[in-house]
Nanobody, 121 residues
């Protein structure tokens, strides 16, 4: 079973940037599509971005398109989310996720523990 560990969260001012990382524990990271999700209190976990196995396909939620960039390094088993022009509404717990196929699917098969991002106005 792949274990996913996020890092890089923190407090940032509006307009600032953060880069989140997700480290996977097994080589099978390179077999699956990966994604980032966000959850805020009282709301369902929402999809932000996904990347296919080879990185050739990237999908973004409209609200983060042009501001967030998802990328991966299969040799190092690391997934990143570069976040620019952050807004207070980007505040939440960010989760790394593994899909069950080389392309992003409907529901991920595994989740990390999450990392808190707080954007102050």
């Amino acid at each position: 079973q792949v274990q996913l560990v996020e890092s890089g969260g923190g407090l940032v001012q509006a307009g600032g940037s953060l880069t989140l990382s997700c480290a996977a524990s097994e080589r099978t990271f390179s077999t699956y599509a990966m994604g980032w999700f966000r959850q805020t209190p009282g709301k369902a976990r929402e999809f932000l971005a996904a990347i296919s196995l080879r990185g050739s396909t990237k999908v973004y939620q409209d609200s983060v398109k042009g501001r967030f960039t998802i990328s991966r390094d299969n040799a190092k088993n690391i997934l990143w989310l570069q976040m620019n022009s952050l807004r207070p509404e980007d505040t939440g717990v960010y989760f790394c996720a593994r899909y069950n196929s080389p392309l992003p699917g409907a529901v991920p098969g595994e989740w990390g523990q999450g990392t808190q991002v707080t954007v102050s106005s």
